[in-house]
Structures are given as structure tokens and as C-alpha cells.
């Protein structure tokens, strides 16, 4: 997908959503357990109910993995139904992969031509020649981690170099990368107030927001700082939606909430 | 598997030598090709002939999960059959993983309960609370990057931070999180004239090297300033063992090559 269809979608659906497929059995509705395949269940229902509301679906590996072989299954299951049915729908696999060149080049084989996603989170600490193999994939984006919404992010990435603080030195050097014009960046929403200065580097870079809801960021301070005029954000919920109920209606009351922050997307942009 | 254990099978064997099991169907014996599971047949027929000579296996994820779901019923059989057959060989998911909290708990349990392996490599941009959901595991080891052994090692982890590089600000922090005692760590043996100051900040820790053989480290510079008293050393090898050959005796081949680093080694513990 072009970044030009991603803006094109968000402008139609008046939404700049992503929802995060974060599935864990123990949060589920348990009904969904006499499934055959309870993750893609749950998925297929949370995408049923709320694809018109958003404009990207965020899978956490980790989530799969954790099942095993199962879990993988289900994780390819879900990519191949937004895949078919809602080709328009921008899709994230956050892997937070990372390797040296051979081996990310194996890593971006798995998420854009195996699995076809539309886009996978990497790591930077291993520098250019980690990156640059995601990068070569024509019409693919590399999320790359800059400043992450949890509080190890005060470990490294607002340590000094150079002058300022490491997540801007790692912003500045991908600037320079191969095909850097595929880029995006992860940037906390609980760190906000960081945007401003952020956007004097990255002007115009799509970043991948999570941490509205559930970690406490707020959604008015982050389109405030870190809007574009063509967007330039993907904000994602993940708990927030989809264990928004764990009876039957789970499908609906996530559509609910997908729906009351798709509104305050709404009003924001027609501002 | 304890740190102890590890030492024990070392001095048994007179060996510290890793085989990394990073499987490239284009690069295996192409009669391979016509079994049910190449990349699994490949991985039993080198361990067959190399699990005398070394102490530890370290599959590289990416190479599995480019083959999709095949290749992640490859992994599991490989980490089945070296868990049933050779039970005190150390076993490395070199994976590379890190996230927030709850969900590098799910990568935690992926690799260590479902796939049941000793250890796993971590990335460390993300600090303490992506780390310690992995050190949580007793008698599970978590190996985190320090000093790759790429290129793009110099692009951050060498750069200055509170007046020394960064990634011995990340050894010294690690040092602080809860279960510390469970850290090893990656450094490459492309940059072995580091280690006389990572010995300085963790004098005990096991590090896995990779970088000997095809990335051009040195095994004789790696142990004069990186051994310790208990060896304190994992040196891994990959492309340069299991792609000794790509005829029908590739397993020899592989032993061969095996074989000498093995005498190396034990001239060195020796000596």
C-alpha cells in the first residue's frame, strides 16, 4: 500500500484508528473457547464489527507466538481475511524484529511476503544494516521504535548523545538510510509533550501512536503536536476496544468505543 | 538449565562452542529438498554429527519464520529433539525480541514454555521493563544485545553517553533490574578488542560471540579478553559449520569443521 492510499483511506472514513489484535485466551469471552480457532474468532468479530471505523489492524506477535503453532496459524488466518476483505485497510505486524542484514532480510521475507502485511515495527539498536533490508520492500513501511510509551523508555532512549536525547539521534540517522522515504516511527502517546520537537526532524513521517487509553496518553495533546497536514498519525487501541466486554456482545461494545474515538478523530479533523 | 550445569558440559566436552542452526533452503543439500521436512532433516542430520563436539544450539527465528508455518513445525521439532535426545545441550532462541511488560511476558512464554528452550536473545532499546518479564524465569537465561558484531553497530550502541559508549551504559543499567544473575550477553567477535573493558563492568557474565569464521572474528583474540575462570564464553558458528558442504556429506563436512574450532578450543582451556 502507497502511503498515498493510507491518506486517501483516513480522509474517507474520517478516522486515523489503528486497533490492536492483542488476543489473550484468558481475556477473551470464554464461549469463544469451543471454537476450533478462538483467536481468529475473536479477531474476525472485532473486524466485522469496527473495519469502518478504523483505518489499520496492529497484530502483536507476541500474542500469537505465545501459542505456538496455533497461534501462528491464527495470525495467518487474520492477515488473510483483512487481506481479502478489506484490502484497503492499512495492516501492521509489530514484531519489533531486528537482525543483521542476512537475517532481516529472512524477517521482512515473513511479514511482507509470507504473511503480506502491509508494514512490521523493527528495533534500532543494531543500526543501519538491521533496517535497510525492511526498507528495500517497494510500497512496505518500517515502523521503527524511537520513543516507546512505557517507562523503560527513560532507560536509553532519553539518554544524551550528541547533544540531545538518543531517540532524536536515532531519528536523525534514518533520515539517511536507503529508501528512508519508507519509514514511520513509533512514539508513545503518553509522551506527547515530546512531539513538537520531534516534528522539527521527522515533518511529514507517518508515526504509529499507541499508548491513548489504557496507558493514560491523551488524543487532543497528541494530534495538537504531532498532526501533519496529511495526518501523519495512526493512533492504536488495543485493550481499550477489544475487552471492552467480555460477554456476547463483545463485537458491539468494541465497535462502541472504536466508534466514540473515531468521533473525536472526526471533530479533530474537521477543526 | 543452570549456569553450573553449562560450566559442567564445557569442561566435559573441552569445548564452549555454539552451532547456529540458521537454515536457508536455497543453501541446503538440494536432495534435502524431497523429504517431508527439509529444514528439520537438515537441522537432526548436523546435530547427529556435531552434538559431541559443542554445548550449545542456536537456531536464528527469522530463518523459520520466513517459511511461515512450516517453518515454525520445523523449530518445533528441532527444539523437541534436542530437548529429548541431548537434554545438556544449552539451547539459544536467537530471536531477538523486547516490548512492554505484558507482552514480552507472552514472548517469555513462547519461547521458554511452548517451545521450551534455555534461553533467549533480547534487544534492549526498550530498557528494564521489556527486560525483566524474561529474567522473571528461574533456571532460563536472557542474553541482551550489547555489542553486535555489524557494521551497524557503530550507528548507536558505540555512541557517547554519560561520558562512556552506550553499550556499556546498557551492560551497567542491566546490572540494577530485578534477577540480573539470569543476563548474558551478545558481543561480536568482530570487536574482541572491546572486551578487556566489558570484562571491567560484568567480570562474570556469560557472552554469546558470534562473528568467528565468516564475519572474520578471531577465536585466540576473543579468549585472551574475554575468558573467565568458569570460560564465561558461548562462540557461536553458523554458515561456516553447517555450510561446510552442500553435497551429500555435508553432515561430515559440518562435523569436520566443528571438530577444529572444538580442538581449538581445547588447546586454549588447556593452555
Not at 523503560?152 to 544524551?160: E, K, N, R, V, W
Not at 489504557?214 to 496529511?230: E, F, I, P, R, S
Amino acid at each position: 500500500m502507497t502511503t498515498q492510499q493510507l491518506v486517501t483511506q483516513i480522509k474517507k472514513k474520517k478516522s486515523f484508528l489503528c486497533i490492536g489484535l492483542d488476543v489473550d485466551l484468558d481475556k477473551i469471552p470464554q464461549h469463544l473457547l469451543q471454537e476450533e480457532d478462538p483467536i481468529f474468532a475473536f479477531n474476525k468479530a472485532i473486524i466485522d464489527a469496527t473495519h469502518h471505523l478504523c483505518i489499520a489492524y496492529k497484530p502483536n506477535t507476541a500474542f500469537y507466538e505465545a501459542y505456538g503453532i496455533k497461534g501462528w496459524k491464527a495470525l495467518e488466518k487474520t492477515i488473510n481475511y483483512l487481506n481479502e476483505k478489506h484490502p484497503e485497510i492499512f495492516t501492521i505486524a509489530d514484531a519489533k524484529r531486528g537482525d543483521i542484514g542476512n537475517t532481516s532480510t529472512m524477517y521482512a521475507k515473513a511479514f511482507f511476503e509470507d504473511l503480506a502485511f502491509d508494514s512490521v515495527t523493527v528495533a534500532p539498536y543494531m543500526g543501519k544494516d538491521s533496517v535497510e533490508p525492511f526498507l528495500a520492500f517497494e510500497n512496505k513501511h518500517t515502523i521503527m521504535l524511537a520513543l516507546t510509551s512505557n517507562q523503560g523508555a527513560f532507560d536509553f532512549q532519553t539518554l544524551s548523545v550528541n547533544n540531545q536525547e538518543l531517540y532524536k539521534q536515532v531519528l536523525e540517522t534514518s533520515k539517511t538510510w536507503n529508501n528512508a522515504q519508507n519509514l514511520m516511527y513509533v512514539v508513545g502517546a503518553t509522551k506527547a509533550e515530546y512531539l513538537a520537537d520531534i516534528r522539527k526532524i521527522i515533518p511529514e513521517s507517518f508515526l504509529l501512536v499507541p499508548g491513548v487509553g489504557a496507558q493514560g496518553g491523551n488524543l487532543q495533546d497528541v494530534c495538537k503536536y504531532g498532526m501533519t497536514d496529511t495526518v501523519g498519525l495512526l493512533i492504536n487501541s488495543s485493550r481499550g476496544i477489544i475487552y471492552a466486554s467480555k460477554e456476547n456482545n463483545f463485537a458491539e461494545a468494541a465497535a462502541k468505543k472504536a466508534s466514540e474515538l473515531q468521533q473525536q478523530m472526526e471533530a479533530i479533523l474537521s477543526a
